[in-house]
């Protein structure tokens, strides 16, 4: 029996130690939101890529320049707190502070396609 809790609290200790170490910093978050971001703007494009005809190229242009500007925008407004084990990353925008991302054994868990078109939504 003693052997056996010897070996948990092993596993507890080598799973803390590794957390503290692989936890995520600013800049991982920022990458992992942004990625979520390209990823929906592409998908979207790629939905009126039919309907915009000639005008496909200045509107990928366009994309890419508002992908840039919310780059800026989340640079400038996230917030990332690291909690020991695990750190998570919050946007502020007026009174409202919204947890964006969660990091944890150096991976960051942003939120889904859905959740980001209604955050757009709402902010538009």
């Known amino acids: 029996m003693k052997k056996a809790i010897v ?3 092993s596993v507890l200790i080598g799973l803390s130690a590794l957390s503290v170490i692989t936890c995520p910093k600013r800049q991982d978050h920022k990458d992992a939101i942004m990625n979520a971001v390209s990823e ?3 998908e979207e494009l790629g939905k009126g890529k039919e309907d915009l005809g000639d005008s496909y190229p200045f509107v990928a242009g366009l994309s890419s320049l508002a992908e840039s500007f919310v780059g800026w925008a989340f640079d400038s407004s996230l917030i990332v707190k690291n909690r020991f084990l ?3 990353g919050f946007v502020q925008y007026g009174e409202r502070t919204e947890r964006i991302s969660v990091g944890v054994f150096g991976h960051v868990f942003t939120f889904s396609k859905e959740d980001l078109r209604k955050m757009l ?3 538009l």
């Open 7 to 9: 070996i948990i609290v």
């Open 40 to 42: 929906l703007m592409a």
């Open 86 to 88: 695990y750190s998570e």
């Open 121 to 123: 939504e709402e902010a």
